[in-house]
């Protein structure tokens, strides 16, 4: 397109303009290069402009080309030819001399346009793609693509208003480099798990630092400006005593509650070597396909409003077949028990709380007593679900599998910095989230 106007007397084409939405600058010509981008040439529309040491009105001085990538249009590379206007300065005592114009849509000696960096970090935190793609679309080298995106993501990552109101903190680790041997294998995630007024929980990445002890938390903690720490009201952890000092240092006034998840998990993990363990007891060896403990293996994992009549029949059986003592019926019995604590009602689910952590670790069969005393260890921090209305630590797990996505997408990481910008861009909790049911 070429000098198509809207109009008889029009200098610039207002459809044109109105598609480029850009104030100031106007379309001039629209064409597409031999490699096939498309490629607009724009000028702003100032007739004059006064010296910025002077102030005295410049003099005209020509043009002077200056190309700019700009987000892509219609599934092509823009590119942006701005006609720069040169100005002189009038006053022969003025250093100055020469001067270009400036405008918004780029800073100076900048390759994208303001509106191709804003489009390409918010793509990065949206949507599931890659540095690399993003540089494709763009008609750039990676290495400019992510110089300039890593302005904007500073940017972002460091609006201070990101750690306030945080009431809830979740924290748990996280292993960003799985082939490396070191202390920087594993890094400590912090995560808002604050619920909005409706009670609906959108957790969000707050920050990410390299190792995996209570004074790498702790040392977080003591970093955050004045009135975080003041804040949080509740603080979720796996069962780690290193973050539980770093709570109990750290966040004095906060209540620290053990992570349902992994609670229950510890019972599955107790079922499986009373089950190995009987196995070995009585048949001599690990299970095979035919044996009836492990055939059911997979059941003993279910809850028991979970099995239908067939598989509870089946699980009868083989215990009757392959449990001579009960000993694994007795550690199911329990896993169910430690289950139903998070499927009940809050005052019975408290009560039977408090009936695991008496009885369990009295329990015959050593496995469950281990348990029990482990969970007597964390009485309070197991108890303390049911004061502060079920908060757990699972947005933080969420959290992670949306990092473990753009660490498959980068196909791994060298540079810690750049890890960090990239995952506190795509967990930053800005993500739309689904508002209806999955299923009817």
């Keep these: 397109m070429t000098n198509?106007?809207?109009?008889?007397?029009?200098?610039?084409?207002?459809?044109?303009d109105a598609i480029f939405d850009v104030s100031d600058l106007h379309v001039v010509e629209v064409h597409q290069d031999d490699y096939g981008r498309l490629v607009l040439t724009v000028e702003s529309d100032a007739i004059q402009a006064g010296c910025p040491s002077c102030g005295v009105l410049a003099a005209g001085h020509g043009r002077?080309?200056?190309e700019l990538h700009d987000a892509p249009c219609f599934g092509r590379v823009s590119i942006v030819r701005w006609l720069k206007r040169v100005w002189r300065c009038r006053?022969?005592?003025?250093?100055?001399?020469v001067f270009s114009e400036t405008h918004p849509i780029a800073p100076p000696r900048a390759v994208l346009t303001v509106r191709a960096v804003r489009w390409?970090?918010?793509?990065?935190?949206?949507?599931?793609t890659t540095v690399s793609a993003l540089a494709r679309q763009l008609g750039v080298d990676w290495h400019t693509a992510w110089s300039a995106i890593r302005v904007e993501a500073h940017a972002r990552v460091g609006d201070p208003d990101r750690l306030r109101q945080v009431q809830t903190l979740g924290v748990d680790e996280h292993i960003w480099r799985p082939s490396r041997i070191g202390v920087d294998r594993a890094v400590t995630i912090m995560v808002d798990l604050t619920r909005d007024q409706d009670g609906c929980l959108h957790a969000r990445l707050l920050d990410a630092v390299v190792g995996r002890s209570g004074t790498v938390y702790?040392?977080?903690?003591?970093?955050?400006?004045?009135?975080f720490v003041a804040g949080v009201q509740a603080a979720a952890l796996d069962p780690f005593r290193g973050y539980a000092n770093?709570?109990?240092?750290?966040?004095?006034?906060?209540?620290?509650?053990?992570?349902a998840f992994h609670v229950v998990r510890l019972g599955t993990q107790v079922v499986d070597e009373v089950r190995r363990r009987v196995q070995q007891d009585t048949l001599g060896r690990r299970g095979h396909k035919d044996d009836p403990l492990y055939k059911i293996r997979g059941l003993l994992r279910h809850g028991v409003e979970h099995l239908t009549e067939k598989q509870q029949a089946k699980l009868s059986h083989c215990l009757d077949a392959g449990?001579?003592?009960?000993?694994?019926n007795v550690a199911w019995q329990c896993y169910q028990q430690l289950r139903s604590i998070y499927h009940a009602t809050p005052g019975r689910g408290r009560e039977i709380a408090v009936k695991v952590l008496d009885s369990f670790h009295s329990c015959p069969i050593p496995e469950v007593a281990r348990l029990g005393r482990t969970l007597r260890a964390w009485r309070a921090q197991v108890l303390a679900y049911f004061d502060t209305s079920g908060v757990s630590n699972g947005g933080t797990e969420a959290i992670n599998l949306i990092i473990e996505k753009v660490r498959r997408l980068g196909h791994g990481f060298r540079h810690f910095g750049n890890y960090r910008l990239r995952i506190l861009l795509a967990a930053d909790g800005s993500r739309p989230y689904r508002k209806s049911r999955n299923h009817p």
């Design 4 to 16: 198509s106007m809207c109009g008889s007397g029009a200098h610039w084409c207002a459809r044109a």
């Design 64 to 66: 002077r080309i200056r």
């Design 91 to 97: 006053e022969a005592l003025c250093p100055t001399g």
């Design 120 to 128: 390409a970090t918010d793509a990065l935190t949206h949507h599931d």
């Design 218 to 227: 702790k040392n977080w903690l003591d970093a955050q400006p004045d009135g």
């Design 246 to 259: 770093a709570i109990r240092d750290g966040l004095p006034d906060a209540v620290a509650v053990l992570d």
């Design 323 to 328: 449990d001579p003592a009960d000993e694994v």
